[in-house]
């Protein structure tokens, strides 16, 4: 049982899934993102305080959770056990031409990660009362800090990075799910283009207008 | 032409090995790597010094034992061909080349260019073939196959086993080879029968012998003299979940 749950193949598939259920959840929370650039805080916030109470949602929560886990320590054991797999390496550096970005995954995800602890301290962490804040109107705290322009670079500079992973994980997880087609495999690669730019692009829209706006 | 070799030497698995400088003079155009290498080693014969080790047979593309590392190409920097098949007039007169063995966990360095690739052998073990008595050949056409998958099958079976696409993964993973396979038979209806158990039992194989997975990078493909395409990738992982 052992030898099918971790093989692999099956590890990877776990990843998979994992890796396109937070592919699904980011255009979520862009949406909710956009609503800061109203002048008027309530939508942002009621917004926010829904995500937190909704029991279905609740649930998600933990879903989400477990994905950007399983995600995170799938992706580093097999990039350890890849590294393993040559223990000496080449002399000469690979001149094959290959997808650029498939090569940095783990290094694009781990920058992410980065920034996903960043991000816990400055909201999740508040709403968990860990943190001294006021859960209640995350509108103002995100646009204080979006005004303070470290971080705004670290923003952007993840949104870049973010995009760089996504440009290879959307349609290889496809390809890792098996689901490969003479008709659809070409529309899923568009699809992943469209994600991998647009996405970050939403999220960066907000960061620079607020940052330069007042 | 003249060339300058740097070509690993290492005296068996255990040994350390390193580059070693040849110059090479009056390199015909026409030669092949192989028979370049063959010059190299009559020169050394000569000198009553120890000639390259590397692995070869058939010499027309087909056994796939001639891989190297050759310039940071697996098979050297030409697409779809083998080292046997690649002439030396794809190189310019005064160039360094430097050649190294496949570099694999599961590949090991037996000598020099050598590697032993008889972990590939063990996951063929594993399910790679038909359990059928063989008799005498059945006319064509006595099972009907559809077109597509008649051909699809055919150019997954093309593959020759030479390790170039592990040589050339950044994880040394075997998948391509391995889908191969695993697309060769389960296309026809003589394979279809154990399609389940052979997808289980080549990557567990596979994992044992300590290959990396795959990160669909492509690089395997990129490389690969038979040109094995990445779809059977998809394939493999595909028959691997019908398995469970
Ligand atoms: S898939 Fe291609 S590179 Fe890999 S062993 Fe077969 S022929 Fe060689
Ligand atoms: S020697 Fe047989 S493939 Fe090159």
Redesign the interface.
């Given at each position: 049982m052992n030898?099918?749950l971790f093989?692999?193949?099956?590890?990877?598939?776990v990843m998979a899934l994992a890796g396109i259920f937070l592919l699904l959840f980011l255009p979520v929370h862009l949406a909710i993102n956009l609503m800061l650039l109203k002048n008027d805080p309530e939508p942002f916030n009621s917004a926010a305080a829904f995500m937190s109470s909704f029991p279905v949602i609740k649930v998600i929560e933990v879903v989400l959770f477990a994905a950007l886990l399983i995600h995170l320590f799938y992706g580093i054991y097999?990039q350890i056990?890849?590294l393993?797999?040559?223990?000496?390496?080449?002399?000469?550096?690979?001149?094959?031409?290959?997808?650029f970005f498939?090569?940095f995954?783990i290094w694009t995800g781990l920058s992410i990660l980065i920034f996903l602890v960043l991000h816990f301290f400055n909201f999740y962490f508040i709403k968990l009362g860990l943190v001294p804040g006021n859960p209640e109107d995350f509108y103002s705290h995100a646009h204080a800090l979006f005004k303070i322009p470290a971080y705004n670079y670290i923003y952007l500079g993840c949104f870049i990075l973010l995009g760089l992973h996504l440009f290879?994980a959307f349609?290889?997880a496809f390809?890792?799910?098996?689901?490969?087609h003479r008709i659809w495999t070409p529309v899923v690669k568009v699809l992943a283009r469209i994600w991998a730019i647009g996405i970050p692009a939403g999220f960066a829209l907000i960061s620079l207008t607020l940052w330069v706006s007042r | 032409m003249n060339l300058t070799l740097k070509i690993?030497r290492q005296k068996n698995a255990k040994a350390k090995g390193g580059?070693v400088t040849y110059k090479m003079e009056n390199v015909s155009p026409a030669m092949s790597f192989l028979e370049m290498l063959d010059a190299l080693n009559e020169k050394l014969a000569k000198e009553n010094r120890d000639p390259v080790a590397f692995d070869h047979d058939c010499r027309e593309g087909i056994c796939g034992s001639c891989g190297m590392?050759i310039?940071?190409?697996p098979h050297g920097?030409v697409p779809a061909i083998t080292t046997c098949h690649l002439p030396m007039r794809y190189f310019s007169d005064g160039d360094t080349i430097?050649v190294?063995p496949w570099?694999?966990?599961?590949f090991p360095v037996v000598k020099d260019l050598i590697v032993d690739r008889s972990a590939f052998d063990k996951i063929q073990c594993e399910g790679g073939f038909i359990s059928l008595d063989t008799g005498s050949a059945p006319d064509a056409g006595s099972i009907p196959v559809r077109k597509r998958d008649a051909d699809t099958s055919f150019d997954a079976a093309i593959c020759i086993g030479c390790g170039a696409c592990v040589a050339?993964c950044?994880?040394?993973?075997a998948m391509l080879f391995v889908s191969a396979r695993i697309s060769q038979y389960a296309l026809l209806p003589q394979g279809r029968t154990e399609a389940r158990e052979r997808a289980?039992a080549m990557?567990?194989g596979?994992?044992e012998a300590?290959?990396?997975?795959?990160?669909?990078?492509?690089?395997c493909e990129?490389?690969c003299p038979k040109e094995i395409k990445?779809?059977n990738?998809?394939?493999?992982?595909?028959?691997?979940?019908k398995a469970?």
């Open positions: 030898k099918i093989s692999s193949v099956s590890m990877k598939f097999l056990k890849n393993l797999a040559r223990p000496v390496r080449y002399a000469v550096n690979t001149r094959t031409k290959v997808s498939s090569k995954m290879h349609s290889s390809q890792t799910l098996g689901l490969n | 690993w580059f590392y310039n940071g190409h920097p430097r190294e570099r694999a966990k599961a050339a950044k994880n040394a993973s289980g990557v567990a596979m994992d300590g290959f990396g997975s795959c990160s669909n990078t492509g690089a990129a490389e990445l779809t990738i998809a394939r493999l992982n595909r028959e691997y979940y469970y």
